[in-house]
């Protein structure tokens, strides 16, 4: 394993705490049907989960180096005029992973709902639902994810020397 020390973490925790309030963001401005707003989350969120994938720790580099490709695909695309919805698959992609590699370690309940809770979010997008109904799926996806970094942010912080 790298050398990860207790700063890496508290990196990784904040960019998904920040993650976090950013899907927060883009629930209260889908409803409200504001896409400057929306597009604020966005980038947020993307930008916040890059600092994650890169400060992500699993024991395997493969999937590591999957996240981040992930991660850096959500922000390269977010970039390209019309592909908002590459940029959320890749984006949430990168999340649903995370979520489940920390439920594989720290056995929050949580992140085992995230993937398959994203999955569905990612359907209502694609089948272009209301913005009501889009907005709180999204609300829900930030429920899912505090739920989660309230069990995270409890424990000590992760370091190897």
């Known amino acids: 394993m790298p050398h990860y020390p207790a700063t890496l973490d508290r990196v990784y925790r904040s960019a998904l705490l920040l993650f976090t309030v950013c899907i927060g963001l883009v629930a209260m401005s889908t409803v409200t049907s504001s896409e400057a707003l929306v597009t604020l989350g966005h980038w947020g969120a993307a930008i916040s989960l890059m600092v994650a994938g890169w ?8 999937w590591r180096w999957v996240v981040r490709g992930l991660v850096l695909g959500g922000l390269v ?4 005029p019309h592909a908002p919805l590459v940029s959320w698959a890749l984006t949430l992609g990168a999340s649903a992973i995370m979520a489940a590699k920390e439920t594989h370690c720290f056995h929050f309940k949580a992140g085992k709902i995230i993937p398959w809770y994203t999955l569905g979010l990612g359907l209502f997008l694609l089948l272009g639902m209301p913005p009501v109904l889009v907005g709180l799926a999204w609300l829900g ?21």
Do not use: C, E, K, Q
Request: glycine share 6%; aromatic share 22%.
């Open 77 to 80: 695309t977010l970039m390209w």
């Open 55 to 62: 400060t992500f720790l699993v024991w395997l580099p493969s």
């Open 141 to 161: 996806l930030f429920g899912l994810w505090a739920w989660l970094l309230t069990g995270r942010l409890r424990l000590p912080l992760f370091v190897i020397d």
